[in-house]
């Protein structure tokens, strides 16, 4: 249902999809957001400003120019229906990756995280996850749904098989606290077990899913549920490039609500953080 | 679950619930919005600025302090179940209607009137209902759900006994236009089939739902779904007052979304269109 | 207080004070706003925005480049002490008066009116005063306050000899219309009586208090009380074209509240009817 | 240096360059916008916005799905040099108008329907052009340029064998209005005199050139130079429909700004007028 | 006339007055302000959004559900009088605190913090005021009034038997800065002396005053009078809960200012830092 | 064609142009704008906001109002012809050095600073520039044109005897990084080797020029091109207090695009960079 886009030199983001490495693509989906909805405009938005930006990052040296990417466009919205909404995604993500391809998804909520991280275990069972947020989305279930944005890390816990490592962490219930004290490895307030986490993990399979409310809403105003306290660009930044060590599968960037921008700024941090994770992971 | 909520002088709604004629409140969903999301946030922005405008009316000459009406606070969130959220609010208006008062439901979505409906034409088998739009909606399904915003005129249609009445609609799919030519009794583009309508319907019961996307967006430009060359407010005036001469028994104004307005008109007008529905209800 | 500004030529608004035939001074004053405060920041963004605008009028086909108008910038800011910054203006009137010049203000909130029309009535004792507005500005005392912006038009009334002509009006207190149906000339919702008050009036002095909440908030969403119901930007021009018959000793334009105003459409509007307010006046 | 997009079925414009009959484009181009530049962002905005229309047009019973329209995505930008960017427009349309189908460009500022019609000229030497505008666009020159949106209908005018049409023409210099006068068949204020252009022009070759300023700013806050005192969208439909008895040969709708126009309404008004004109002109 | 509001379960402020430790109400005022106005907008703000916060804090691991906290809601509105404001507050101050309740008071300009502090020095009269602000508000007078939100910190010291300790002022004149270093505890730029502060009151009754304006306006763009150079909001927690060991009598949070926030983020911030006094002060 | 500004106490700045040793203009041009125009509007609106801030500073413990400084107005704008309006800026700044004096612009755009520093590179043929801002402006020519605000330092270096010095940058093709490498002396993300820079330039003659996205867009949204991961404006400051030891001889500030700034925040701190500027090189 997804579709391959016009190539556009100035993106650095312009492979066919046979001839790509890595494949991007948005999910608009913003169905269970309980506080400020709007992320289903993430994908567009991105789309439309990521030409803003240079190709070549000189915190890497390296330039999407000499990748190899897709854009592959947005699945259609389906709201009303989680259920269907995850099984659509469950089935593109599966696809791809028979392909033998990575995958870069553009939120969207973070929900779209749990169909996405499903077929990935099934394709590598030692999976690990690299989990930045601010919220610990550990909840059991909220509002008396099992599936939601604030539950979705606690359903992806249930089927990992690898570890469950989380940053940034600030916001949540003194039991989602609890939880992860006992069950995942939680950084809370800032990012500083990263490193201790690249040699644990060692030459795994690694998923990063990337919910930019962990950047303090200072720099991310455009998200559904700022959260004061966050890193800094330059702290995520230095958080993100020690993972160019690890053999990163697949990745998401999640919860990017364009409306509560006004000044524009927060979908060109989300644009920056899309080129590092894509020449980290190329 | 809804509320009494401390009654403020300003407003002219501070009647308790057990003397209350009239009985308002918010239902704050719009988990089928397809296009742009946000109408849940309509009550609570109605709510804040409603003492901005005058009690008293001098289109009908007639003030809400005269009046017995009670304001409710607003129903819980139910994200992600449309069927739960919908017969939550079918039962809380079946408790109302119980009570023998009068329900004016601030939206939310169009889909909120089905489950207002349908208790109505319980009680009421002989119910008209007056709908006022930009939109048919009339869709027998929209992307894939029976149950949207879309579709919510058409399944009201199918449990009716009484006639629909539609006035200001211009935009829909051919079908929809073609369906309305045949079953309901519509009015493009304008109001001016008002009075017939009135004469017609005599004293048999009416419900009246408001979309105010049915006015112009430059008046109203804080709605999901704006469609130019609407009615003025003016012309709405002049379309609502001949429904004093009605037996109105219910009413709902709906798809204010107010992220969409950053000068604050649109909740202004929408407060006065309130004003005048409690008016002419009461 | 007022200082005489640097001549621009683009704006049409160029002579000496002494030169001058018509004084434009602002009074960014707005402090017994009770609900949305900003008009202080009314004459600085027409400042800022007039030359924008055409200096010649196709409507009554003169030009500002042929008039003699001096701009004297603002007067200083007094907050906290309505009656000094009542007396600091009415002073600086006298003054201009004592040269025999027209004022033409720019608000600032409504009350300005009063202490600005105080000394013409000193001047012109059969001074007639017509005012555009959505509201009635009749009350005797608003929280608690005798001088207060929705009292404004009564303190004037009591002290004017001729006769108040209200235009536009569709907001106040039962206790408003009515006092307006015995003691003033009122014209509820439209201006459809300016013609006949032309005509009364005849010769005698005349002060225009234009309150730009008396367009429709379509296009004046850019003010602190919006009123849904208000004449649209023709309405008004068609209403103020037959003024130029009378003999206007002086005006003001009051209330625009740039900040409510993103796409800044409401200042553009206020600078066309300043422009044609100053044309007939010359 | 325009590229075929990739089809989507929701917008109604899906046809391929081969196929088509009528070639959409984008020229983002503002160079010239002396007061408040952004036009360059109207064509993104306009094809991100464009599925939230409907296909079917109810004012003409036509719909989209079954007329044959290729979108050609956007030229690229080239500012600092406006000669070159203008040559770049006349072989683009030269070389579509040598493939013998119709042109529907999205400005972008006024200058650019310069280069459009020009080649048109050469191809119809009898062309006929009807120019919706709020400004005459009559100058000689502007801050000493030839060649600038303040221009564009001078030097079109320069060019044109058949009349210059204006409608709704309300700002000018005294000379500009005295030009037209004389040499254009200018429409003040509104769009009466549209049926008489229709029965003059008869089967004549006609382009159609639509500054969206013409409508009032009201209902299209979204533009460069807001002009209050314009048409409603119903008086532009009105205007507009009557074209259809014409031989259309192309068209542009010009001056977008979307970035003034928080609400998003204008961009949804200018969407909705572009069906219409591709409706007519199919 | 302040009055106990619905209890809002998600809020975690929920008690009746009666049984409540800690008494919240709101003063919307901001008649003095010279530069921005809007402060009176920021307790309805607050009460808006502070259910999108987590009751629970994970800086000092406690949660409001365990407090004992009662909202009493908003005083009216005076405006224009400023004395009879002052004398308003202060009674009302009087009487909770013969309740033997706390006070945490939302704002609303500065000036507001002096009629509050009285009644405090009365009960406690070795009260120590801790003053966070990015000005010195030292004046003593302002555009020649002595009772504003420039000059309430002098005020405040003239009554105070105990010490104004200041922390992170970083605008004012050579005069305040003069005052401050002869007669407050000033820390310029930062919060660094916190603790030395904490050391030396010991046990002594406290009053906390936070000027959000201390924070940078990166993380709090919605206040009147923003000022770069601020502290972070990790900086101010960790400059706020070492409070904890002291004995904190009453605190206000002012100048919030939410139509200068389009994002949402300063109102999240302020409630955030609502909660963390709260949980300190219960 | 820039005139005396009428003498503004508040603001600090109001010597004669006779009396000055500094003199104040803007240029309001944007014309290569490539990304987001509006720069054009930066000089006006920091003239409307410039007395919101104290003319004291704490940071150097001086005052403009102890300094002899003009505020000379904004040159006309001239879109369309960059090579015009680049000789008009370049025969302003002569005449000014002429009368033995320093100026500061404000921009507008980056390109600007090329016509202003020709002239001084005459004046002071060993002077040298210090550029502080996120983009290396390294390009050799931008979309074909070789005079662009990408290309501005390229040009400038082209043309300087003495050391090019660049702080903050951190944007830029990988030619431009390795241009610099060589050529420059370029300080990638930080302004660590401010220290160095003043102690290697000792008393050569300076010129600064301040790109203003120099600054993280989370204290500087309001920019053509914001780039994340700036200083933060305190590293700014202690980047900018050094350059006191210097022979400062001119300066600008550029780039502020206040459109994009919608709380008001970025003009606030380049008003405030502003003053710092001005009592250095003072």
């Known amino acids: 249902m997804i579709k391959e886009q016009v ?12 001839d790509s490495d890595v494949v991007v693509f948005g999910i608009p989906y913003d169905g269970t957001a309980s506080y400020r909805p709007g992320a289903r405009f993430g994908p ?14 000189p915190y890497i040296n390296k330039d999407l120019c000499d990748c190899k990417i897709c854009d592959m466009g947005d699945m259609p919205l389906f709201f009303g229906n989680t259920q269907t909404m995850l099984d659509n995604i469950n089935s593109e993500i599966q696809h791809i990756l028979k392909d033998d391809k990575k995958t870069v998804v553009l939120g969207g909520e973070h929900l779209i995280s749990l169909p996405i991280i499903e077929p990935y275990i099934k394709k590598y069972p030692n999976l690990h996850v690299i989990h930045f947020d601010a919220h610990a989305d550990l909840r059991n279930e909220f509002l008396g749904e099992r599936l939601s944005h604030a539950t979705v890390m606690r359903r992806i816990f249930e089927k ?8 940034g962490i ?3 219930t003194r039991e989602e606290f609890a939880f992860a004290d006992e069950n995942t490895r939680i950084n809370k307030f800032d990012l500083n077990g990263i490193k201790e986490a690249v040699c644990t993990i060692g030459s795994a399979p690694v998923y990063v899913t990337l919910d930019i409310d962990v950047l303090d809403p200072s720099i991310m105003p455009g998200t559904g549920t700022p959260e004061a306290g966050g890193v800094t660009f330059n702290e995520l930044i230095a958080g993100i490039l020690p993972l160019s060590e690890l053999n990163i599968v697949g990745a998401d960037i999640v919860e990017l609500s364009p409306h509560y921008d006004p000044s524009g700024v927060s979908t060109s941090v989300a644009c920056k953080l899309l080129r590092e994770l894509l020449l980290i992971i190329s």
Chains 1, 2, 3, 4, 5, 6 share one sequence.
């Open 7 to 18: 190539p556009n030199i100035h993106t650095g983001i312009f492979s066919s999809y046979v």
């Open 44 to 57: 567009q938005k991105i789309r439309q400003e990521i030409d803003g930006i240079e190709t070549y990052s």
């Open 160 to 167: 990992l098989n690898g570890t469950l490592w989380q940053f």
């Open 170 to 172: 600030r916001s949540g």
